[in-house]
């Protein structure tokens, strides 16, 4: 069974700063089918970036993901103070079909 | 628009079974390659994957909790249903209901729904 383990856990930073997050599987994930979510308290999850690259539909252009096989990273290049939240990533094709990370709270420093 | 919805009791005690509805709009679980997931995360907790079901009445579940889910479809209803039998107050949470998009992502989600486990 394929995991999912985000770093770090916390990450402290100011508005304008970069944000880079990490996001490794235990074994490869098939055809790159990685998402990215983000999530603020009392919210459902927002979907960012999906098949590990790829904006989804209104999110603006400072949120970026990359990687494959094992290794993803999602990086905002310059947080805003909406960009203070909890980021998810998420896995599906591989065995048990779909799992997420257990999360990066991106702080206000 | 595609839009779910999810609806349940709020409130079940221990070893009752709990059945939660997805209904949805603005797409048909008849159609090749279409899938709906429930998802549920506990107070302050992470995200956790727990059943999906396809269009050709495929069924996968979280291999930890798959002896205690069933998730089923009604095309004519537009609806999902997941049921977790033997609850127990670790599975307080709040239960979702997404869309499966084309490269696995999860789009767009339900509200959710607050399930508390109590006697």
């Known amino acids: 069974e394929i995991v999912l383990t985000q770093s770090p856990g916390t990450l402290s930073l100011s508005p304008g700063e970069r944000a880079t997050l990490s996001c490794r599987a235990s074994?490869?994930?098939?055809?790159?089918?990685l998402a990215w979510y983000q999530q603020t308290p009392g919210q459902a999850p927002r979907l960012l970036i999906y098949?590990?690259?790829s904006r989804a539909t209104g999110i603006p252009d400072r949120f970026s993901g990359s990687g494959s096989g094992t290794d993803f990273t999602l990086t905002i290049s310059r947080l805003e103070p909406e960009d203070f939240a909890v980021y998810y990533c998420?896995?599906?094709?591989?065995?048990?079909?779909?799992?997420f990370g257990g999360g990066t709270k991106v702080e206000i420093k | 628009q595609i839009t779910l919805k999810e609806s349940g009791p709020t409130l079940v005690k221990p070893t009752q079974t709990l059945t939660l509805t997805c209904t949805f709009s603005?797409?048909?679980?008849?159609?090749?390659?279409?899938?709906v997931a429930w998802i549920r995360q506990p107070p302050g907790k992470a995200l956790e994957w727990l059943a999906l079901?396809?269009?050709?009445?495929?069924?996968r579940y979280s291999p930890s909790l798959k002896s205690r889910l069933t998730i089923t479809k009604d095309t004519s209803k537009n609806q999902v249903v997941l049921t977790m039998t033997n609850m127990d107050p670790v599975d307080t949470a709040t239960y979702y209901c997404?869309?499966?998009?084309?490269?696995?992502?999860?789009?767009?989600w339900g509200q959710g729904t607050l399930v508390i486990v109590s006697s």
């Open positions: 074994q490869s994930v098939s055809n790159s089918y």
């Open positions: 603005g797409f048909s679980l008849t159609s090749s390659g279409v899938g």
């Open positions: 998420q896995q599906y094709g591989s065995s048990p079909r779909l799992t």
């Open positions: 997404a869309h499966r998009g084309w490269f696995g992502e999860l789009l767009p």
């Open positions: 098949a590990a690259s």
């Open positions: 079901i396809y269009w050709d009445d495929d069924k």
